[in-house]
């Protein structure tokens, strides 16, 4: 008398259940690797666009003060800069001359690494979710008046990772004309 069988058996039902564990496990490995990948990219671009805008400021700051010379009086850790503009050209639209315009007191733009910030005029610019590396600096080449200030300075990550920028900006260094 045989008996036909309809159901699983209990070797299958805990084949089937190894198999599941073992492919969730899988997949669950994959995803965790994909998360992780997308939140390394993710932070990267986001230093990417943090340490862009910080060079377009402090560039745009050295363009803004147009300097004629410079002064290293300042004080900052990682070097400090003050910018000097003690006059500019100015268009007589009556004669059509351009004549220099002597300011009564220069006009000073104060640049600065220390404390792990980068300083403009005594306010510490915004890095967002990075924090200023301490490695950053401030350095200015005097090449027989051709005058360059590089700032270079890192982002460093909640991870623990560290991306570098450097901001540029040249000038001639020039005397009051007389």
């Known amino acids: 008398m045989s008996r036909s069988r309809r159901g699983v058996t209990l070797p299958e039902l ?39 805008h910080l060079i377009a ?13 410079y002064s290293l009086s300042c004080s900052g850790a990682g070097g400090c800069v003050v910018l000097i503009q003690e006059y500019v050209y100015e268009y007589d639209p009556l004669d059509g001359s351009i004549d220099p315009l002597v300011h009564p007191s220069p006009l000073e733009t104060t640049l600065s690494v220390h404390d792990g910030a980068i300083w403009i ?8 979710a990075f924090t200023i ?14 005058i ?14 560290t ?5 540029t900006y040249e000038f001639t260094e020039s005397a009051i004309p007389a």
């Not at 306010?123 to 967002?128: D, E, K």
């Not at 360059?148 to 991870?159: E, G, K, Q, S």
């Not at 991306?163 to 901001?167: D, L």
């Open 148 to 161: 360059t200030v590089t700032i270079a300075f890192d982002l460093l990550a909640a991870d623990g990772r």
């Open 163 to 167: 991306f570098p920028f450097t901001a």
């Open 121 to 128: 005029d005594g306010v510490a610019v915004g890095a967002g």
């Open 14 to 52: 805990l084949g089937a259940i190894v198999v599941l564990a073992l492919v969730t496990s899988l997949l669950s490995a994959v995803a965790f690797a994909m998360l992780r990948a997308i939140d390394r990219v993710a932070v990267s671009e986001s230093a990417e666009t943090t340490g862009l």
């Open 57 to 69: 400021r402090l560039e745009n700051a050295m363009e803004d003060a147009g300097p004629n010379t």
């Open 133 to 146: 590396g301490p490695a950053s600096s401030l350095q200015v080449v005097d090449d027989l008046g051709a």
